[in-house]
C-alpha cells in the first residue's frame, strides 16, 4: 500500500464548476500536511499547508480528517488556469522529510 | 539566492558517460532534497541532506548513484554510467529544518539518455 494514496484522475471539469480531491495516508503519526500543485513540465508548487480545522484561501478550501486519515481539496469557480496536477503532500517522518502522493490531475475545460 | 537554482536545466548524454547535476538551494535552507520524475510518473524520493547530519540515502536507485552537499550549501548529484532509464527530470528542493515547512523545488533538470 501507498503511503500517501491519491485518484490519478483525470478529472475533467466545465468552467466554473465546484470540484473535489481525496488523499489519503497511511501513517497515522503524520504531522504536517500540504497541498503542491504541478504544471506540466513544470516543478512542484506549494499550494497550500493544511491545518487541523480545515483552512480556506480564496477558492480552495483544504481539510485534514485525522481520524479517517485522509485530506481534501475543494476548488470553487474553476478557471482554466486551474488545469493541472495536484500534489497531496505528508510529512511523517522526524524532521522535514515530505512524502508525495502520486497526483491528481484536473483538467478545466471551457 | 531568492529560489532554488539547478543546472544545467538539460542534459543530453550518452549511455556510459557520467553526468553530474549541480543544486545551489535558498541561502538558510538547512535540507536539501533530490527527487526525479519519469515523464508522467510521480516524484521518486532519492537523497535527503540535512545539516551535519549524515545523509538519508535510502532512495538512490543503485550505486551509480551518489550526491554530496559541501559546506551545508551546494549540492552535486553524480549518475556514473548512465542507462536510458535514468532518463527524467532531477529536482531539487530545499526547506527550512523544522518540521512543517514545504519544500522549495527548482526547476528541475531534464537528463536525457541516448
Known amino acids: 500500500r501507498k503511503e500517501v494514496e491519491q485518484d490519478p484522475g483525470p478529472f475533467n471539469v466545465p468552467e466554473g464548476a465546484t470540484v473535489a480531491f481525496n488523499c489519503t495516508y497511511s501513517?497515522?503519526?503524520?504531522?504536517?500536511f500540504f497541498w503542491y500543485r504541478q504544471d506540466c513540465r513544470k516543478e512542484p508548487k506549494l499550494l497550500m499547508s493544511?491545518?487541523?480545522s480545515g483552512n480556506e484561501d480564496g477558492r480552495f478550501t483544504a481539510q485534514l480528517n485525522r481520524a479517517s486519515q485522509y485530506i481534501s481539496l475543494l476548488i470553487r469557480d474553476s478557471k482554466l488556469s486551474d488545469s493541472a496536477t495536484y500534489l497531496c503532500?505528508?510529512?511523517?517522518?522526524?524532521?522535514?522529510?515530505?512524502?508525495f502522493g502520486g497526483g491528481t490531475r484536473l483538467m478545466v475545460k471551457p | 539566492g531568492a529560489g532554488v537554482s539547478q543546472s544545467p536545466s538539460n542534459k543530453v548524454t550518452e549511455k556510459g558517460k557520467d553526468v553530474e547535476l549541480r543544486c545551489d538551494p535558498i541561502?538558510?535552507?538547512?535540507?536539501l532534497y533530490w527527487y526525479r520524475q519519469s515523464l508522467g510518473q510521480g516524484l521518486e524520493f532519492l537523497i535527503y541532506?540535512?545539516?551535519?547530519?549524515?545523509?538519508?540515502k535510502s532512495g538512490l536507485p543503485s550505486d551509480r548513484f551518489s550526491a554530496e552537499r559541501t559546506g551545508g550549501s551546494v549540492s552535486t548529484l553524480t549518475i556514473q554510467r548512465t542507462q536510458q532509464e535514468d532518463s527524467a527530470v532531477y529536482l531539487c528542493?530545499?526547506?527550512?529544518?523544522?518540521?512543517?515547512?514545504?519544500?522549495?523545488f527548482g526547476s528541475g533538470t531534464r537528463l536525457t539518455v541516448v
Open positions: 528542493a530545499s526547506s527550512l529544518a523544522a518540521q512543517g515547512y514545504g519544500y522549495t
Open positions: 501513517n497515522s503519526a503524520s504531522q504536517s
Open positions: 493544511v491545518y487541523s
Open positions: 503532500v505528508v510529512n511523517y517522518n522526524a524532521g522535514n522529510m515530505l512524502t
Open positions: 541561502s538558510g535552507h538547512t535540507a
Open positions: 541532506f540535512q545539516g551535519n547530519s549524515a545523509p538519508d
